[in-house]
């Protein structure tokens, strides 16, 4: 069943979410900055690999002014295979504890599928958002522990796997399927009594190029839900295949669909550039107070 604005009134219209204690405010748009610690993603697979390389990421993500910093261990580009849980455990805990150490406030969010995953490093380096790409499609007890943990949540829209999501994905109307996606889900995790919870559409999980540039172009009708969007879109292929490059060739095309996300009501932007994406939310606030004049 797909929510609707009169079903929305159960919903308070989350303007913050809790972790470790503290509020992150969520009124104005925050950025989330990326530290891959896997080989193999698709744009900075392998440059972080030894614990200075991941402290030294990690100072740049909070001096150039991100809000929240996402560590990933496995590269779930088109076309790839999952590791086992312990390759990823053997990735993501230490750089979870030297990125703790060096930043103890800081807020954290750690991108995994697995259940287990999310309890080992919650309870070892505290509390942090799982972002989880699968939207618990991967790992059926993930939607369980996490109201168990008591953690804000990440809720992706997925077609398929990364293994196989970008082969001829196919909707009768993207946003509306995404939607009904998000609102099963939704009220399953109310059930289990899930506090926190933030929508990502899943820009280039299971969408060709007009699919992900629909949904950016009506990001606005996911606000029924009453819940915090998150977008994912740097470097993305939707980016540099439009405009003939490659991830590299992608970051003037990033802060253009940063902006345009932000416009549609986008409350954490998900970046590789955080510097770039900070000025973008910057400019966006300034544009946004001139218009409530």
Excluded at 2 to 30: E, H, M, Q, Y
């Amino acid at each position: 069943m797909l929510i609707t604005s009169s079903a929305c009134k159960f919903f308070k219209r989350k303007s913050s979410i809790a972790l470790n204690g503290n509020l992150i405010d969520l009124t104005s748009p925050v950025v989330m900055g990326i530290l891959n610690v896997s080989p193999d993603s698709f744009y900075d697979g392998g440059k972080y690999k030894t614990a200075d390389e991941i402290v030294k990421r990690a100072e740049q993500i909070v001096e150039e002014g991100a809000t929240i910093i996402d560590i990933g261990a496995i590269s779930t580009r088109p076309g790839s295979e999952a590791v086992s849980t312990q390759v990823e455990m053997e990735r993501l805990l230490p750089a979870v504890e030297v990125v703790r150490k060096r930043f103890p406030d800081m807020p954290m969010s750690i991108d995994t599928f697995r259940s287990w995953v999310a309890m080992r490093v919650i309870d070892e380096y505290g509390d942090c958002i799982v972002n989880d790409i699968s939207g618990g499609n991967f790992d059926q007890n993930m939607f369980e522990t996490i109201a168990r943990l008591d953690v804000p949540y990440v809720l992706m829209h997925i077609l398929g796997t990364p293994k196989d999501m970008q082969e001829a994905p196919q909707y009768n109307d993207v946003v509306q399927d995404v939607s009904r996606y998000f609102s099963d889900k939704v009220r399953l995790l109310a059930k289990y009594g899930v506090k926190d919870v933030i929508l990502d559409p899943g820009f280039g999980f299971g969408k060709n190029l007009n699919d992900s540039y629909d949904l950016l172009n009506r990001l606005d009708s996911f606000k029924v839900f009453q819940l915090p969007v998150m977008v994912g879109i740097s470097r993305k292929s939707m980016i540099y295949t439009a405009l003939e490059t490659d991830p590299d060739g992608a970051l003037t095309g990033t802060v253009a669909v940063n902006m345009m996300a932000l416009l549609g009501g986008a409350e954490i932007i998900r970046v590789h550039d955080v510097k770039e994406a900070v000025a973008t939310v910057k400019l966006f606030k300034i544009l946004k107070s001139v218009a409530q004049k």
